[in-house]
């Protein structure tokens, strides 16, 4: 089965992302707006039942923060994706890499960049007036981040919750 | 904000009963299949940080169960919704009950029928057409059942989890 983690921004944070990604997001329908914390990796059951123990682990040793993102960002050329940068917060980086080692399957690819996609999937032309006019806008928000979440993928693509990881309280 | 609390059966099941939804449930890309325990109700942030405290003590008094599925039903003639019946376990109206006193706002119109949503708001011509297909159809799972999930509603209606209880696993 085929995992993820991510972090869900609170809802109205959530409702003006969306506004973004609805016209320019292929992946729109498939999850709401997240910020990943470990790219897809695949599990099964025994190994997904070792690895929440050390979610919950991760979890406990976290306080909640605030998140700060003010800026739209791009990583052409390597893709043509459109994403908010979020602020380089200590947390996530750390939380990113404890999910990273130990039991956990190594699967970043590039360097861990903190951020929520806005739209991806663009043709060259697409990507450049897209980013040429959301860059424009004043798109900023503070957040408190307070849980992750561990997500699965069905058949059809779309992500469904299997656990909630809230920071400090979690029974292991 | 509008919440609600259901279960999601496992992946395997839920992906054939995706297979279904696809075709006759508008809400296919809404929420996941999902087995509700509580209907959609509004709660401000103090109240659901209460509600979360009685979920909590809810989910540690239960126990995994097994849930069975064997038939396909219809709601009609009062919603043209078609549904798959669920094996009447105690355990499930007993948590849909909690869920409608103390703390928790009374919210239950009908009488509590553990289902599995297939098809809804299909005109009168469709919904005998599709009853009939799908009652005709050898539809059977076994699952175990071990969570449930706090839900809320995003401006394009859109179901994201907030949070998840696992049965006998919660710190309170």
Do not use: C
């Not at 707006?33 to 070792?50: C, G, N, Q, S």
């Not at 590039?110 to 980013?131: C, F, G, M, N, R």
Request: no cysteine.
């Amino acid at each position: 089965m085929k995992y993820g983690i991510v972090i869900f921004p609170s809802k109205p944070v959530q409702d003006e992302i969306n506004s973004y990604r609805k016209r320019y997001d292929p992946h729109y329908a498939l999850i709401p707006p997240h910020l990943t914390l470990k790219e897809a990796f695949e599990a099964d059951d025994a190994k997904i039942a070792e690895l929440i123990t050390e979610l919950k682990h991760i979890a406990n040793d976290m306080e909640p923060f605030s998140l700060n993102i003010n800026k739209v960002s791009t990583f052409a050329p390597v893709t043509n994706t459109i994403y908010l940068k979020v602020n380089p917060r200590q947390e996530l980086f750390d939380m990113a890499e404890k999910m990273q080692t130990g039991k956990f399957p190594e699967n970043q690819t590039y360097s861990y960049v903190p951020h929520i996609t806005l739209a991806q999937k663009l043709s060259e032309d697409e990507h450049s007036d897209v980013y040429g006019s959301l860059r424009m806008k004043d798109i900023q928000f503070e957040d408190t981040i307070d849980r992750f979440h561990l997500v699965y993928q069905l058949d059809n693509d779309i992500w469904t919750v299997y656990e909630s990881f809230v920071f400090g309280k979690e029974f292991v």
